[in-house]
T-cell receptor, first 115, second 111 residues
Framework: DVKVTQSSRYLVKRTGEKVFLECVQD?????MFWYRQDPGLGLRLIYFSYDVKMKEKGDIPEGYSVSREKKERFSLILESASTNQTSMYLC??????????????FGPGTRLTVL | KQEVTQIPAALSVPEGENLVLNCSFT??????LQWFRQDPGKGLTSLLLIQSSQREQTSGRLNASLDKSSGRSTLYIAASQPGDSATYLCAVINNDYKLSFGAGTTVTVRA
């Protein structure tokens, strides 16, 4: 089975802190994605990556950056956390080898609270 | 920009009743449409994926239909059970290969 893991289930940080959210997948997938999920808004794409060291902005990249140094790991970075970044963050992966029409596999999510 | 809408936002039914969840999208140029299930505080689990050339997909008690030209999909869950209580999310893959999600329908099945 595909497994996508995220480093923390719950995280509490203070305004202005630098925050790292880590995501690891074990299926050798090329594509990895970061979303945030807020009530009434659904999932919104923050950043995605098609390969190591490659990244592209999603719909809401402001205030975030990403890093993909290894194929299996995709990190989301909040350079200076703000209260409006309190949210559920979900990581996903899939492979273009099965076509872009294949489903994305999701991690369990990290609920981040910024005080 | 693709917009995906799910109606209703919440649904409560007695056990045994059939569930009907609706999804609509504004741009019909999609590659596929997927239905996901999300349990409270958890990630998403894929339920059904319908390719743009298909009209429906079935898995056990679940059946999803797709009318691409009118921008609609419906998820039917037959003979609902308390274990079906969850949030159901509809998502489409657009021409740019990105997923666009609806806000979800939260289902409660009463025993």
């Amino acid at each position: 089975d595909v497994k996508v893991t995220q480093s923390s289930r719950y995280l509490v940080k203070r305004t202005g802190e630098k925050v790292f959210l880590e995501c690891v997948q074990d299926m050798d997938h090329e594509n990895m994605f970061w979303y945030r999920q807020d009530p009434g808004l659904g999932l919104r794409l923050i950043y995605f990556s098609y390969d190591v060291k490659m990244k592209e902005k999603g719909d809401i990249p402001e205030g975030y950056s990403v890093s993909r140094e290894k194929k299996e790991r995709f990190s989301l970075i909040l350079e200076s956390a703000s209260t409006n970044q309190t949210s559920m963050y979900l990581c996903a992966s899939n492979s273009p080898r099965t076509g872009y029409t294949d489903t994305q596999y999701f991690g369990p999510g990290t609920r981040l609270t910024v005080l | 920009k693709q917009e995906v809408t799910q109606i209703p936002a919440a649904l409560s039914v007695p056990e045994g009743e059939n569930l009907v969840l609706n999804c609509s999208f504004t741009d019909s140029a999609i590659y596929n449409l997927q239905w996901f299930r999300q349990d409270p505080g958890k990630g998403l689990t894929s339920l059904l994926l319908i390719q743009s050339s298909q009209r429906e997909q079935t898995s056990g008690r679940l059946n999803a239909s797709l009318d691409k030209s009118s921008g609609r999909s419906t998820l039917y869950i037959a003979a609902s059970q308390p274990g079906d209580s969850a949030t159901y999310l509809c998502a489409v893959i657009n021409n740019d290969y990105k997923l666009s999600f609806g806000a979800g329908t939260t289902v409660t099945v009463r025993a």
